[in-house]
């Protein structure tokens, strides 16, 4: 699909980390396919800077640089410097923008605490047409009340239908594929229930410390960066039931009811379900790396949540007695994502099988570092006798060789066709300026996962406990190990 209208992209926090190591790259990349239509992006930071400038920092963030392709998008870029919350700052802005351009987007990658002022501004400034678009980066606010306080002045000035929750993770190859796999065939769906499936496993895991963005992530550790949006929209996809039909309100419906049907945690559960941790110093990729709150910019003391790992259960009759175990964390053993569906076991089994509880069937989406599905089944180990052995099938045939796709490098060949796997932010900026909001959150979906998180958010600001440390280049606290020992499970690790 082609977008036919010229576009204006007005980027708020276009300095920031986000802008400069995934948005301006995705756009890039969007360039090199020829996908962008005719438009510009306008970059808005707070300090003053010359375009030269702008130009450098992010030509050094674009890997595999095409110089045909530099050229045509560094035509598009341009830089203002706005004080967003000063409303006559806006008129520097008005004065870059075109008043006849059809498909405006402002894409708000600041914090969310400056999204009702930035709406009001533009607002204030004549700058928001009827078809003009925002997109909302998470996460929107740090509560249940601070996200319903933005949504609700952000709304005063646009439409729902001009609102773009973004969620990258929805954005993933992957993902997609797993609604592919789940809805277009059907040999799946018959499994996909509480018959079938022991448990589920949703695991972000990072190598990376806090980096520079110990300003940012103070205020919000893991819980909020990480499970209050990317893997409960995970678990969304992989548990909702199949929509109607792949239009935006019949996927962000059964989404919705996905979270309704969440068993809250509250009171004892969180201390039973949740574990908290925090890194200590030791070894990251072979070299030695610092404590958290030795960190730049953290606070000596700081109870920030670097991990996170939970047990959740969904209340309706596809799920009921199948636990879904999510975590995430910074400073772990390897940068992974995997979505691991874990079958049950065979109820009796005719063949000598040495482990027939680690033999069950497994499919696990993998999402990174390399992208791909696979498939654990039992075959016959070759030879005499009758013996049993794991057996994984890829399910990316066009890259036999491999067991996962690679993404960055990222090649997959059909046919002799060789097609790049688009990046997540890639996906997902295409789909704003094509206004389709599929992939995007919907105000109540947003507030239900909200209402769900605040008790256990309340429950740690009021509690005396303190996150658990653990070892820089492990998997976590030994109270996640522990979460799911006492169910007799382990985490799917080094697969
Ligand atoms: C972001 C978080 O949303 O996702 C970061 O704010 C995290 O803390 C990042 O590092 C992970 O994204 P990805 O796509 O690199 O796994």
């Known amino acids: 699909m ?36 005719k438009g510009r992006i306008l970059a808005v930071g707070r300090r003053e800077l010359k375009r030269p400038e702008l130009l450098g920092k992010i030509k050094s963030r674009i890997t595999n640089l095409d110089d045909a392709t530099w050229l045509r998008f560094e035509q598009r870029l341009s830089y203002v410097s706005v004080d967003v919350q000063q409303v006559d700052a806006y008129q520097h802005l008005a004065s870059e923008l075109d008043e006849s351009c059809p498909n405006r987007l ?40 601070s996200a319903k306080n933005i949504n609700k002045a952000v709304a005063e000035y646009f439409d729902e239908a001009q609102i773009y929750r973004i969620d990258h993770y929805l954005g993933k190859e992957t993902v997609q594929n797993l609604m592919v796999l789940r809805f277009a065939n059907s040999i799946f769906e018959s499994q996909w ?31 909020r960066d990480m499970m209050q949006n990317h893997l409960l929209q995970l678990l969304c996809i992989v548990a909702m039931e199949p929509p109607s ?10 989404k919705v009811k996905v979270i309704k049907a969440l068993r809250p945690i509250e009171g004892k559960d969180i201390l039973d379900k949740v574990v908290r941790g925090q890194y200590g110093d ?27 790992a939970m047990k959740v259960e969904i209340e309706n009759w596809r799920w009921a007695g199948v636990p879904f175990y999510l975590r995430t964390g910074k400073r772990l053993a390897e940068r992974a994502c995997e979505i691991v569906v874990q079958f049950k076991e065979i109820p009796h089994s005719i063949f000598a ?59 997959q060949s059909t046919n002799g066709h060789v097609t790049r796997v688009p990046e997540a932010y890639e996906r997902l900026l295409f789909d704003a300026l094509a206004s389709n909001p599929t992939l995007f959150l919907r105000d109540d979906e947003l507030m239900q996962a909200w209402d769900w998180v605040d008790p256990i958010l309340a429950a740690w600001q009021e509690s005396e406990s303190t996150p658990e440390p653990y070892t820089s280049g492990t998997w976590g606290p030994a109270a996640a190990t522990l979460l799911l020992a006492k169910d007799g499970r382990l985490w799917n690790e080094n697969n």
């Open 2 to 37: 082609q977008i036919e209208q010229p576009f204006e992209l007005v980027l708020f926090g276009g300095l920031g980390d986000l802008a400069l190591r995934k948005l301006f790259p995705a756009l890039y990349l969007l360039e090199l396919d020829k996908r962008l239509p």
């Open 106 to 145: 402002f894409y708000l990658a600041t914090a969310s605490s400056l999204y009702a002022d930035i709406a009001k501004n533009l607002h204030l400034n004549q700058l928001i047409q009827s078809s003009s678009k925002v997109v909302l980066e998470k996460p929107i606010g740090h509560d249940l009340a």
């Open 193 to 223: 229930n509480q018959q079938y499936i022991d448990h589920i496993q949703i695991s972000i895991s990072e190598s990376l410390g806090v980096e520079k963005r110990a300003g940012f992530y103070e205020q919000v550790g893991a819980f």
């Open 245 to 254: 039909k792949m239009e935006p309100d019949a996927v962000r419906d059964e």
């Open 282 to 308: 030791g070894v990251s990729e072979g070299k030695p790396v610092p404590k958290y709150r030795d960190e730049e910019g953290v606070d000596g003391q700081s109870q920030a949540e670097t991990f996170v």
């Open 353 to 411: 099988m040495q482990h027939k509880e680690t033999m069950a069937n497994k499919l696990i989406f993998r999402l990174q570092p390399d992208e791909g599905i696979r498939l654990q089944l039992c075959e016959k180990k070759i030879g005499s006798g009758m013996n049993v052995r794991p057996m994984i099938l890829s399910l990316n045939p066009d890259n036999p060789s491999q067991d996962y796709l690679s993404v960055n490098s990222a090649e």
